[in-house]
């Protein structure tokens, strides 16, 4: 009941910088209540999480691998959540996805996210 549409991927080098987006739409008045995640899934890798925010947006966690370099928001009103990546390395080439949660707490579990996007492609070229 939630549709969930990635945009922003593409091709950047490394150091560079992009945002990703995604807009949820149908439910789109108690979509926001929920916390948000993206996740990310490389060539022969596991998917693995990258950022999760709650649903005020007062609460992100952020894995290791990208803490520091990532950053994780929302606009409620625009039923939107971005991505921003920063200092970007060629291991961060991936499909990226977004994914709503069942909780409205920050989710770390990808079983816990009910509602999934289509993913968009990050290549970060050395």
């Known amino acids: 009941q939630v549709q969930l549409v990635e945009s922003g991927g593409g091709l950047v080098q490394a150091g560079g910088s992009l945002r990703l987006s995604c807009t949820a739409s149908g439910r789109t008045s108690t979509s926001g209540y929920y916390a948000m995640g993206w996740f990310r899934r490389a060539p022969g890798k596991e998917r693995e999480l990258v950022a999760t925010v709650s649903w005020s947006g007062g609460t992100t966690y952020y894995p290791t691998s990208v803490r520091g370099r990532f950053t994780i928001s929302r606009d409620n009103a625009e039923n939107t959540v971005y991505l921003r990546m920063n200092s970007l390395k060629p291991e961060d080439t991936a499909v990226y996805y977004c994914?709503?949660?069942?909780?409205?707490?920050?989710?770390?579990?990808?079983?816990?996210?009910?509602?999934w996007g289509q993913g968009t492609q990050v290549t970060v070229s050395s």
């Open positions: 994914a709503a949660s069942r909780y409205t707490g920050t989710t770390v579990d990808a079983s816990d996210y009910v509602s």
